[in-house]
């Protein structure tokens, strides 16, 4: 399920640049960062992504000066998928 913010949440949270939505049945994240215009920029991190290098994307977090490896994010979680009995 993904929750959906109104583009007016940073005139309501004066001091919101930035939010990240994590998905909790996959390896993904979605980041929105406030731009200069007063409008959401979206940058998405998937563990399938790669860097030019083939190493894992690191999730930035800038408005906290905070980065790690996605698989970090999701360590010990375990998805349906890779365990089929639990369905």
């Known amino acids: 399920m993904k ?3 109104d ?3 940073s005139d309501r949270i004066e001091t919101l640049k930035e939010y990240a939505l ?3 049945d996959k390896m993904s994240v979605e ?3 406030l731009n200069e215009k007063g409008k959401w920029d979206l940058t998405s991190y998937s563990l399938e992504e790669t860097t030019a290098n083939e190493t894992e994307l690191e999730v930035f977090l ?3 000066d905070f980065h790690c ?3 970090l994010l999701y360590e010990d ?3 349906p998928e890779d365990n089929p009995e639990e369905l």
Request: charge should be negative.
């Open 7 to 9: 583009e007016n949440l």
């Open 62 to 64: 800038t408005s906290v």
């Open 77 to 79: 979680v375990v998805f």
């Open 22 to 24: 994590i998905e909790s």
């Open 69 to 71: 490896p996605i698989s």
């Open 3 to 5: 929750l959906l913010l």
């Open 31 to 33: 980041c929105y960062r």
